[in-house]
């Protein structure tokens, strides 16, 4: 089946710093990919739809400022969450449809100190 | 407002006990799917229904999606200590670069030996 690599799959950083999450379609090309944000045993929180050579567009309440989305090709997508803070460690998932279905990423531990 | 909804939230239950869990949502979907997690990993599809009345097997799991298409249920028999893990359903809304998929809140699954 379709692949979605997602890397990194842990990261630890300190307050206030930048992290870049890469989401990488591996034998298909997705023109959208969605990006996802999920707390211990509970759904996934969409955060924003990555476009293909245009804006992201991003959910009620998400702060397009902080979570810089780039989808600069039709197999990557890249999330970079700006001046981390505690409250924004948290697992993130990139998913990518290909016809009717979605693959999903191994997702991303973000811990911020 | 949550679109989808997803019974129970929680389960604990012993290893040979049949289980299910239900999604119910007052509106119409093109198609849903069926989603488990484990901790740390990106969900993994297990099935997508599409046509109302449909029946899926896959192993000791049944999926159903209703005749009218706004809600489905996955049964699991004889349940095993290997099936423990978060459940998901999501329905999908829209085509080509409009489509959504429309999460539940989850079930989160544990099979005692």
């Known amino acids: 089946g379709a692949v979605v690599s997602q890397h990194p799959s842990w990261v630890i950083c300190k307050s206030g710093t930048s992290v870049k999450i890469e989401c990488r379609s591996l034998?298909?090309?997705?023109?959208?990919m969605f990006w996802y944000r999920q707390f211990p045993k509970q759904s996934l929180m969409l955060m924003a739809t990555?476009?293909?050579?245009?804006?992201?567009?991003?959910e009620q309440g998400v702060e397009k400022d902080k979570f810089l989305i780039n989808h600069a090709s039709l197999t990557l997508s890249t999330l970079t969450v700006t001046s981390a803070h505690p409250e924004d460690s948290s697992f993130y998932i990139c998913?990518?449809?290909?016809?009717?279905?979605?693959?999903f990423g191994q997702g991303t531990r973000l811990t911020v100190v | 407002t949550q679109l989808l909804e997803q019974s129970p939230q929680f389960l604990s239950i012993q290893e040979g006990e049949n289980l299910t869990v239900y999604c119910n949502s007052s509106?119409?979907?093109?198609?849903l799917q069926w989603y488990r997690q484990e901790p740390g990993e990106g969900p993994v599809l297990l099935v997508t229904?599409?046509?109302g009345g449909e029946v899926k097997k896959l192993k000791r799991l049944t999926f159903q999606f209703g005749d009218a298409r706004k809600d489905s249920s996955l049964h699991i028999t004889a349940a095993q200590p290997g099936d423990t893990g978060l459940y998901l359903c999501?329905?999908?809304?829209?085509?080509?670069?409009?489509?959504?998929?429309?999460w539940g809140l989850g079930t989160s699954l544990a099979v005692n030996p």
């Open positions: 998913s990518a449809p290909r016809i009717t279905e979605a693959f």
């Open positions: 034998d298909f090309q997705a023109t959208t």
């Open positions: 990555s476009n293909e050579g245009s804006k992201a567009t991003y």
């Open positions: 509106s119409v979907f093109s198609s």
């Open positions: 229904v599409v046509t």
């Open positions: 999501a329905g999908a809304r829209g085509a080509g670069n409009n489509r959504k998929l429309i």
